[in-house]
C-alpha cells in the first residue's frame, strides 16, 4: 500500500511540473529565432544598439509569454486555475491562456474512469481469523472543483479510504460469510467508499475483490472438512441406493410368490448366466438346489455326458 501512494504522488508531481505543451515550446522557440536573427538584420543595416536591444528584450518577452500563457488540455481533463491564490475556474478540454505569474494551475483532473488497487493484511474477522484480501476499486472524478479544493491529493486520499473501509468491512463479517459472500462485500464497499468521496467530487463506480488468503493451516482444515462432508454424502447416497434396491427386490418377490415355475425358471437362468463364463464357479445353497430339483437334472446331465463319451 504504501508503494502505490508513493508512486501516485510521483505521478501526480509529474504531471503538475511536466506541462509544457509542444505548441507553445514551438513558438516561443520561433520568437527567439526571430530575435537573434533580427538583431542581426538591425546591426547590418546599421540600426542603433539602444534599438537592438529593445527589440531582442520584446521578442524575447513575447516568446517567453507564449511559454507560460498557452496551455492545452487533452480531452478527459480539466485544469484548476488559481488567480493570485484564489480559484479562478476550471478551463479545458483545449487550448486556454494564463496570466503568466498571476495565474497558477492548481491541478491537472482526470475525468476518466481511474482503478485503484488496495488491500487489508492480516485483518481479523468477526470470528478471529486473520485473512488477506485484494481488491480493486473503479471510480472518477465528477466534480473537478471540488477534488481540487476540498482535499489535498484526492488520489491518496481514495486509496486510503478504500482500504480503511476493507478493514472495517472484514471486522464485521464471519471468514465463511466472506468466502461465498463476496457479491455482498464489494456492494458494502462500494456503499460506505462512496460516501466517504461524495464531498471529494468522487464517485466510486465499482469495487471488486479480487483475492482471499487464508491461513495455510486453515486452509487444510478446511479441505479435510469438506472431504469428509463429500464422504458422508456419498455413504448417503450410497444407502438410499440399497432402499430403492431392495424395494425393488421387494416387488419383484410378489410376482414369483404363487408361481414356482416361474422363480425355478429365473434361477436356472441365474445359474447359466454365472456358468457361461470359462472357468465360473457358482456356489449353490442346498436348499435351493431341493427347492429347484437341481440334484436331478444334474444327474440328468451327467447321465448324458457319459454316455456320449462311451459312444
Not at 484564489?86 to 491537472?108: H, S
Not at 487489508?120 to 470470528?127: F, G, N, R, S
Not at 491461513?215 to 478446511?222: F, K, R, V
Request: hydrophobic share 50%.
Amino acid at each position: 500500500m504504501k508503494k502505490n501512494t508513493s508512486t501516485q504522488e510521483t505521478k501526480t508531481s509529474a504531471q503538475l511540473t511536466a506541462r509544457t505543451n509542444g505548441v507553445a515550446l514551438t513558438l516561443a522557440l520561433l520568437f527567439y529565432v526571430a530575435a537573434v536573427a533580427g538583431a542581426a538584420m538591425l546591426d547590418t543595416g546599421g540600426v542603433s544598439d539602444t534599438w537592438i536591444a529593445i527589440f531582442v528584450i520584446v521578442m524575447a518577452l513575447l516568446g517567453t509569454n507564449l511559454l507560460l500563457a498557452l496551455k492545452i488540455a487533452s480531452q478527459w481533463e480539466k485544469a484548476v486555475v488559481l488567480r493570485l491564490g484564489k480559484f479562478r475556474g476550471l478551463y479545458g478540454p483545449g487550448v486556454f491562456w494564463l496570466l503568466p505569474v498571476v495565474d497558477t494551475i492548481a491541478n491537472w483532473i482526470d475525468h476518466r474512469v481511474m482503478v485503484t488497487p488496495f488491500s487489508a493484511e492480516k485483518t481479523l474477522t468477526k470470528d478471529t481469523v486473520p485473512v488477506d484480501v485484494d481488491a480493486v476499486l473503479f471510480w472518477l472524478v465528477w466534480d473537478a472543483e471540488k477534488a481540487a479544493l476540498e482535499v489535498e491529493d484526492y488520489r491518496t486520499a481514495i486509496a486510503w479510504a478504500a482500504q480503511t473501509a476493507l478493514r472495517e468491512v472484514i471486522g464485521q463479517m464471519n471468514l465463511a460469510d466472506i468466502l461465498i459472500g463476496r457479491a455482498r462485500m464489494d456492494a458494502d464497499l462500494q456503499k460506505i467508499i462512496d460516501e466517504r468521496t461524495t464531498p471529494w467530487g468522487i464517485s466510486v463506480n465499482s469495487v471488486e475483490i479480487r483475492d482471499i488468503i487464508i491461513p495455510q493451516e486453515l486452509e487444510d482444515a478446511m479441505s479435510r472438512q469438506a472431504q469428509a462432508e463429500r464422504e458422508r454424502q456419498a455413504r448417503v447416497i450410497l444407502g438410499e441406493s440399497e432402499k430403492q434396491i431392495a424395494a425393488s427386490f421387494a416387488e419383484a418377490s410378489q410376482a414369483y410368490l404363487n408361481n414356482p415355475t416361474a422363480l425355478h425358471l429365473r434361477a436356472m437362468n441365474m445359474l447359466f448366466e454365472g456358468l457361461k463364463e470359462k472357468g465360473a464357479l457358482v456356489i449353490v445353497p442346498s436348499s435351493a438346489v431341493d427347492t429347484m430339483n437341481l440334484g436331478g437334472l444334474s444327474g440328468m446331465v451327467s447321465l448324458a455326458q457319459n454316455t456320449s463319451i462311451q459312444e
